[in-house]
């Protein structure tokens, strides 16, 4: 099992990006699908998450500017950023909760993790 995440970049203050986050292999179902980041020298920290229900979680630091979503037919979760601040830039890496098949257990799956970085 993969995850890709995509859609990183460079973007000015007031910007927007789409992040991607595509899983990949053999996989039975997902569960929660979230994304987090880590600027540096901070630990990562939680940035949103969703449910396979669509229930929906945001850091406190980015509600009402990010908005996440997945599509269950692709396998892919996406983090719309708006009104995106120069405090956003980090590298943001996605992270899924998988079963490979109905006799496994979920696992924690990581992306290789896309940077943002929000200059002018």
């Known amino acids: 099992v993969q995850l890709q995440a995509f859609g990183g970049g460079l973007v000015q203050p007031g910007g927007s990006l789409r992040l991607s986050c595509a899983a990949s292999g053999t996989i039975f179902s997902i569960s929660d699908m979230g994304w987090y980041r880590q600027a540096p020298g901070k630990q990562r920290e939680l940035v949103a998450s969703?449910?396979?229900?669509?229930?929906?979680n945001y850091a406190v630091s980015v509600k009402g500017r990010f908005t996440i979503s997945r599509d269950n037919t692709k396998n892919t979760a996406y983090l719309q950023m708006i009104s995106l601040k120069p405090e956003d830039t980090a590298v943001y890496y996605c992270n899924a909760k998988i079963q490979r098949a109905s006799n496994f257990l979920f696992s924690p799956y990581w992306g290789q993790g896309t940077q943002v970085t929000v200059s002018s």
């Open positions: 969703i449910t396979n229900g669509d229930t929906t």
